[in-house]
Nanobody
Framework: QVQLVESGGGLVQPGGSLRLSCAASRSIFSTYVMGWYRQAPGTQRELVALIGTGGSTNYADSVKGRFTISRDNAKNTVYLQMNSLKPEDTALYYC??????????WGQGTQVTVSS
């Protein structure tokens, strides 16, 4: 059974940093694009960042220069380093695994709250 397990969310002050982690099943990690989406109350889920199997990355304009996505293939884990956090970054952050011609997988989400 494929599982994505997120961790690392929490409460942080504006300007602070957090690092999210997502541990994936070994069976999918090496061949799937991994990424992070987020959803704030009353809004649609939106892309934050993606990382390909070869390490290519794609970011939402709103997080470019502040967030960094990376993957550790030996640990089957994808990370999202979030710096210079803003109140508008507050959301439930979801890890995802995507592959063309296959279903997407999603984690349960981890809450990030940016507030003073």
């Amino acid at each position: 059974q494929v599982q994505l397990v997120e961790s690392g969310g929490g409460l942080v002050q504006p300007g602070g940093s957090l690092r999210l982690s997502c541990a994936a099943s070994r069976s999918i990690f090496s061949t799937y694009v991994m990424g992070w989406y987020r959803q704030a109350p009353g809004t649609q889920r939106e892309l934050v960042a993606l990382i390909g199997t070869g390490g290519s990355t794609n970011y939402a304009d709103s997080v470019k220069g502040r967030f960094t996505i990376s993957r550790d293939n030996a640990k089957n884990t994808v990370y999202l380093q979030m710096n210079s956090l803003k109140p508008e970054d507050t959301a439930l952050y979801y890890c995802t695994a995507k592959k063309i011609s296959a279903r997407d997988y999603w984690g349960q989400g981890t809450q990030v709250t940016v507030s003073s």
